[in-house]
């Protein structure tokens, strides 16, 4: 669960795609780089980069969603707040996406896509069964987050990174989890194969 004091997460200037949380200080050092960042420059020069880049009907709106808090928005007026319904959402909020399944599967016909990083699987699975039975888009894929560890009771991963598409195609091809387009999220670990049963 992200914490208030971690601050904002961001991402290093230098081109190294290191993400952090800024602890709410004006000024950090990035952990990968050592790079003194002002934070508040790094805000105005990635939103004016991104506005440069991008022609304006493609920027990506990029928000703190969670609870109604100052500095926050909920998942409910980020819907409300966007005409599309052509809708992709990437989710990895440090376990606070379970406060967003709701809004989801009410929303769930304007989505094109979702990647979302479920968290404390083996304390959530019978919320992630229950939202998986009620969403309607297609699951693509699956990896197991090797960060996490798997709980030596269930068997269940503690992370876990689930892709979803509307535009899927249906295949009685065989996968094995993780394949060839699965990043593994820490190095020095081993990949958690994932096994499926009736």
């Known amino acids: 669960m992200i914490k208030a004091s971690w601050g904002s ?30 934070v508040e420059q790094l805000s105005i ?3 004016e980069n991104n506005l ?18 100052a500095g926050s928005i909920t998942m409910d007026n980020v819907f409300k707040e966007t005409d599309s ?14 406060r967003l399944l709701d809004s989801i599967i009410e929303n769930q016909n304007r989505l094109t896509g979702m990647v979302m ?12 069964e229950n939202f998986l039975s009620k969403f309607s888009l297609s699951l693509v894929s699956i990896h197991a987050n090797n960060n996490g560890a798997i709980d ?8 876990l990174e689930l892709s979803f598409s509307s535009q899927a195609v249906k295949s009685n091809d065989f996968c094995s989890y993780p394949n060839s387009i699965d990043q593994t999220n820490n190095s020095f670990e081993d990949e958690i194969i994932i096994n499926f049963s009736d």
């Open 9 to 38: 997460k961001r991402t290093c200037p230098c081109g190294n795609g290191v993400r952090f949380y800024d602890l709410n200080k004006k000024e950090i050092e990035c952990p990968s780089c050592g790079e003194n960042i002002n």
């Open 117 to 128: 990083e479920f968290h404390d699987c083996d304390l959530h699975i019978a919320l992630i």
């Open 85 to 98: 319904n052509k809708i992709f959402l990437k989710i990895d909020i440090e376990g606070g996406e379970y």
């Open 45 to 47: 020069s990635t939103l």
């Open 152 to 159: 030596n009771r269930t068997g269940i991963t503690h992370a």
């Open 52 to 69: 440069r880049k991008k022609p304006q009907s493609q920027i990506i709106n990029e928000k703190n969603v969670g609870l109604d808090l």
